[in-house]
């Protein structure tokens, strides 16, 4: 079965500092989608990034961008020059293929520090 | 504006009485979603629903019942409430099931089972 593994419950950075967002998954499928959520405390889930397994080249959104290491079965989020806006709990998602379930791990709550 | 809406935001309701929470998408989308998140968990889907008339089971279904009529709607049924359902439910849908499809959330119901 898939999982998604987030190790840290919780982060902080430094206004305008990078910060990194650990995330592994466990899979047996070849193909598959990774996506990051954030959900502020409006609790509004918002799609941040994804990332197709086959696509070696990492995802990039502005200030956003994964570092997607297939064989390591890791898929971390780096935010650079951090924002007070982007302090929320931060999801990684497995998309499952065979019947395209997303599988979520526990989150991480990022903190940004003025 | 494009969004998929919920109701109602806040619930609280007493062990054993019937209650339904809402879902309705304006996009046209297929595929539609039932996830409740608790601490330390992240999301888990309950069911999902791939087009009308067309439901299935995801991890947690125990306690919930579901239907597709309609395309756009989506509603959740809680036939006996019990204090562990208490949780914060999110709804989704997307285009499509598979693919680099993103999933729009709802704002969440929070429910509470005394």
């Known amino acids: 079965a898939q999982t998604v593994t987030q190790s840290q419950p919780e982060m902080s950075v430094q206004e305008a500092e990078t910060v990194t967002l650990s995330c592994t998954y466990d899979?047996?499928?070849?193909?598959?989608?990774l996506f990051w959520y954030k959900q502020p405390p409006s609790r509004q889930m918002i799609l941040v990034i994804r990332?197709?397994?086959?696509k070696q080249q990492n995802a990039t959104e502005n200030r956003f961008s994964v570092n997607f290491q297939k064989a390591a079965k890791s898929f971390s989020l780096k935010i650079s020059d951090s924002q007070l806006g982007d302090a929320a709990m931060y999801f990684c998602?497995?998309?499952?293929?065979?019947?395209?379930?997303?599988?979520w791990g526990a989150g991480t709550k990022l903190i940004i520090k003025p | 504006e494009a969004q998929v809406t919920q109701n109602p935001r806040y619930l609280i309701t007493v062990t054993g009485k019937k209650l339904t929470v809402t879902c309705s998408q304006n996009?046209?989308?297929?595929?539609m979603s039932w996830y409740r998140q608790d601490p330390g968990l992240g999301l888990r889907q309950i069911y999902y629903?791939?087009?009308?008339?067309?439901?299935d089971k995801g991890d947690v279904p125990e306690g919930y019942k579901v239907s597709r009529k309609e395309k756009r709607n989506f509603p959740l049924i809680l036939e006996s409430p019990s204090p562990n359902q208490t949780s914060l439910y999110f709804c989704?849908?997307?285009f499509g099931a598979g693919g680099p499809s993103e999933q729009y959330f709802g704002p969440g119901t929070r429910l509470t089972v005394t």
């Open positions: 989704a849908s997307s």
């Open positions: 996009m046209n989308h297929e595929y």
């Open positions: 629903s791939m087009n009308v008339e067309v439901t």
């Open positions: 899979t047996s499928e070849s193909d598959y989608y």
């Open positions: 990332q197709e397994a086959y």
């Open positions: 998602a497995y998309r499952r293929d065979s019947n395209y379930q997303l599988i």
